[in-house]
């Protein structure tokens, strides 16, 4: 990762801690695999870094695929988004690969930012409606009669990423200390030096 990855080598070491932790400490069923944030200043490899470990991964067989789910959570900044967040999150939660990461927190409705925290901490999250799968898509059952309704989202074993610029305490502030408390690791990423930035350049 150093070699694609320049100039941030105590942040890699964090994040494959990050990564190895559930290989450790152990998991089991559907809750998250692990969670944890990723932060630092704008263009120092946090995207870049998470693509490229799944991938390095994926080639060694550790993880099933190398794709990286990414939901922009400002894309949902009202309550009136409430069912594509929900399709949206659903889908990034049963894609292939194994990490979906989480972008712009601040700028989401407060409501659906407890769905994530429900996922985090408890493993699940209810759905406060009937839904049910068409196609492979979460759709609004409404009064309609039908079977295998989904009544709650699990992380289906994923790693759970929160990636933002913003400090921890920042993330404490949406989520509250026990969401912070939950994430396995905080990874962050350092400025760039002017040896680094040379190093890019070349």
């Known amino acids: 990762l150093a070699k694609t990855v320049l100039g941030q080598r105590d942040y890699l070491q964090k994040l494959i801690i990050a990564l190895k932790r559930p290989y450790v ?9 692990s969670a944890f944030y990723v932060t630092g200043p704008a263009d120092t490899g946090k995207r870049l870094s998470l693509t490229a470990a799944a991938r390095a991964l994926a080639e060694t067989g550790v993880f099933t695929d190398e794709n990286v789910a990414w939901v922009d959570l400002s894309l949902y900044p009202t309550a009136a988004e409430e069912k594509l967040f929900l399709q949206d999150l659903y889908m990034a939660l049963a894609a292939k690969g194994d990490v979906v990461v989480f972008e712009h927190y601040d700028r989401c409705q407060p409501a659906f930012l407890t769905v994530l925290s429900n996922l985090v901490q408890t493993g699940k999250s209810p759905l406060s409606g ?30 759970l990423v929160l990636l933002d610029e913003a400090p921890v305490s920042k993330l404490a502030d949406c989520f509250g200390a026990p969401f912070v408390t939950a994430l396995g690791d905080v990874c962050e990423t350092a400025p760039l030096t002017g040896e680094s930035l040379s190093a890019v350049a070349r």
Do not use: F, I
């Not at 839904?131 to 790693?159: C, E, F, H, I, S």
């Open 25 to 33: 400490m152990g998991h089991t069923g559907e809750s998250a695999r």
């Open 130 to 159: 009937r839904y049910v799968m068409q196609n492979g898509r979460l759709v609004d059952a409404g009064g309609a009669l039908v079977t295998d309704a989904v009544g709650a989202l699990t992380p289906r074993g994923k790693y």
